[in-house]
């Protein structure tokens, strides 16, 4: 990331509702020796215009219950953040489409308004870098919400047709397509398409493999 103040600490841009949070993140920043105050906002509706005039290098965002009370993506809870400005929000219980929001709209880092002053500069330092730093609990609220993918499933005996099957076991035995056609009253060519539709059904590359894939799964009997 481009250094916007020449590599002289990390300039912070602070927004909090709360006039003792605020006193305390002020606190908080001024006694790291990377980090410097750039500004200190009471609420965040002027974010995005303080962050345009003086080129923060990251935003630290205490929402209190405006966010918490959030149930829309669209709430204003996420303030306008400005493109190019990594932001740290402070948070307490956020939904996971609070979560989404907030990471489309520049929000690099989430994490409770209860967290110690080692965490909140770790996430400073990690938004600052380009990575993207969540709580536990807010990862775990985003996984829930993933729809767990499907498991594969294994073809088997009931995705072959009667005479696939017995096709297949004559593939075992070592008849040729001839042999079979001969056997079940049916054209080589008939032969053929039950081969195809085996392979196809078993993912098999070759007869050897779906005879194979067959006595592994009991459709073929030693």
């Known amino acids: 990331m481009t250094k916007r103040n020449g590599g002289r ?17 002020e606190a908080l920043i001024k ?8 500004a200190s906002l009471q609420g965040s ?5 303080y962050a345009s005039q ?8 205490d929402l209190d219950n405006e966010g918490r009370s959030l ?28 979560t989404a929001h907030a990471l489309r709209s520049g929000v690099k880092a989430i994490l409770p308004r209860d967290s110690g002053m080692e965490e909140i500069l770790a996430a400073i ?3 600052h870098a380009g990575l993207v730093l969540l709580d536990p609990d807010v990862i775990q609220d985003l996984v829930s919400r993933v729809p767990a993918p499907a498991a594969p499933r294994e073809a088997g005996f009931d995705e072959l047709t009667s005479r696939e099957i017995e096709v297949l076991r004559m593939l075992a035995d ?16 008939t032969v053929k398409f039950h081969i195809s539709s085996i ?14 894939m067959g006595i592994r799964m009991g459709i073929i009997l030693l």
């Not at 392979?199 to 194979?212: F, I, Q, S």
């Open 9 to 25: 600490g990390i300039r912070v841009l602070l927004a909090a509702a709360s006039t003792v949070r605020r006193a305390g993140l």
């Open 31 to 38: 006694k790291a020796p990377q980090l410097r105050l750039s």
């Open 45 to 49: 509706l002027a974010v995005a215009q």
């Open 54 to 61: 003086l080129q923060p290098d990251i935003l630290l965002l």
């Open 71 to 98: 149930n829309s993506p669209t709430s204003p809870a996420v303030p306008r953040i400005p493109t190019g400005f990594p932001a740290v929000a402070l948070i307490d219980e956020p939904s996971a489409d609070w």
């Open 125 to 127: 330092h990690a938004a």
């Open 174 to 189: 070592g008849s040729g397509n001839r042999e079979i056609a001969s056997r079940l009253g049916i054209s080589d060519h």
């Open 199 to 212: 392979l196809d059904k078993l993912g098999a590359a070759t007869r050897t493999e779906a005879v194979t």
